[in-house]
């Protein structure tokens, strides 16, 4: 959440991988129009940790 670097204290927020969650769903979505069977399932993919303020070790912006 990009503006999540902006608030007083920034805020620490996990990122995900939103080019791997597009390639799932396009997968799925295309397996569908094929016809296959694409019952509920779990997808997992990777993501990162955006350390800020709000957490211990994340850097302290000078204040104004």
Do not use: C, F, M, N
């Not at 996990?14 to 509920?40: H, M, N």
């Amino acid at each position: 959440i990009a503006e999540s670097a902006y608030t007083t204290p920034s805020l620490t927020t996990v990122s995900p991988d939103k080019d791997a969650i597009a390639r799932q769903a396009v997968e799925l979505l295309l397996a569908q129009v094929a016809g296959e069977d694409v019952t509920a399932r779990e997808v997992r993919t990777g993501h990162r940790l955006v350390v800020r303020e709000s957490s211990a070790g994340g850097t302290v912006r000078p204040s104004a």
